[in-house]
């Protein structure tokens, strides 16, 4: 509603001009009716209005056009007030000389005219006038508010496009630095595999520079990418990691914020271990149900970890940057449990999924 409001009053234009034609016409023919009623003569009535209408216009056009933009909306309310009520005051006045020397000199002869500021027909101008400025005022109001809150939302929108743009450029960096810190594992330990973990590392950076950069991605090829992820991270553990990863649903025609799940899936792997010689477990589990993805992530704890606080360690700068983009994104729509048992950490994530375009 305030965006079509915004297009039919537009500060200036033809569209303006014809609301204030449309408006006059319809005051003068409801003023005429109104008043040509009682006394059964709508046609003078009708002239009475058309002679008096020129100072109206007038004074709506000073309040309206020029003292709303230059002092009203500027929050310049004491010197608003007191030019208006100087105006209504001029104006009524103005009015009444149009009472006495045109319309009962010549239209309306049989009435005795009054003193110029004779208190009763004064006050009746001033009301009249009063009653003609507050449709385009309350107008002018709405416009003006409308203006402003789609100036307000447009501000909002860009902010957070800007702050979700950053996080996820933090993010990458971060990722990169713990993928290759792999391969120069496998590097140092002249590894066979290091090539073909090489050959998975171009794949996931091809994914990340060239088809995760829309704020949604299609939920199959984020999946696909985990996967990809975690056979990597498996090739480098070997046999020291014990790893369950299950997806259960229809992926296709979904959209989900691009790397959302892997940080708490790296983070597992991270911390599951802690040193060369132990041994961990990890268990992920993804779900599509009715537009909601679950995705269930419990890893072990080592022994001196767990004695050192393992919550402390699983709260990254990973985990952090994604808290922030879940809250951008779906501030109604996801829900985070995060638990803490002796010797495993377990997280639950649960997202209302974008519809494909």
């Known amino acids: ?19 204030y034609i449309v408006y006059w016409a319809g005051y003068i023919m409801l003023f005429s009716f109104v008043q040509g009623f009682a006394s059964r003569d709508i046609l003078t009535s009708f002239y009475n209005e058309l002679f008096s209408l020129l100072p109206k216009v007038i004074f709506v056009l000073l309040v309206v056009e020029w003292q709303m933009d230059a002092m009203f909306f500027k929050n310049q309310i004491a010197r608003f007030l007191i030019i208006y009520t100087c105006l209504l005051l001029v104006f009524a006045f103005i009015l009444r000389l149009i009472d006495n020397h045109i319309i009962l000199s010549y239209f309306l002869t049989f009435w005795t005219k009054e003193p110029l500021l004779s208190t009763a027909p004064y006050l009746y101008n001033v009301i009249k006038l009063q009653f003609v400025v507050t449709v385009p005022f309350s107008i002018k109001l709405f416009y003006y ?41 496998r590097i140092l330990a002249k590894s066979d595999d290091a090539a073909e973990m090489l050959l998975q590392i171009s794949s996931l950076l091809r994914f990340s520079v060239y088809e995760a950069n829309d704020k949604t991605i299609a939920l199959d090829k984020e999946i696909r ?37 892997l940080p708490f899936i790296e983070n597992s792997l991270k911390h599951c271990l802690n040193d060369e010689r132990e041994n961990g477990w990890i268990n992920i589990y ?5 537009d909601w993805l679950t995705l269930k992530v419990e890893n072990s704890i080592p022994q001196k970890k767990a004695n050192a606080n393992a919550l402390e360690g699983q709260s990254g700068f990973g985990i952090v940057n994604v808290k922030k983009r879940l809250a951008l994104l779906y501030p109604e729509n996801h829900y985070l449990q995060v638990s803490e048992k002796e010797d495993s950490y377990f997280i639950s994530l649960k997202i209302k999924l974008y519809a494909a375009a």
């Open 1 to 19: 509603m305030p965006q079509l409001m915004t297009e039919i009053f537009t500060p200036t234009g033809a569209a303006k001009r014809n609301m």
């Open 145 to 185: 508010w409308a203006q402003e809150k789609n100036k307000a939302q447009a501000i909002q929108a860009e902010k957070l496009e800007a702050e979700l743009n950053s996080l996820r450029n933090q993010f990458h960096p971060h990722f990169m630095f713990n993928v290759l810190n792999s391969l120069y594992s």
């Open 225 to 261: 990418y985990i996967s990809n992820y975690i056979a990597l991270q498996q090739m480098r553990f070997d046999n020291r990691l014990e790893l369950s990863f299950t997806v259960t649903g229809k992926a296709e025609n979904s959209m989900i914020g691009p790397f959302l799940m």
């Open 286 to 290: 993804i779900s599509i149900k009715e």
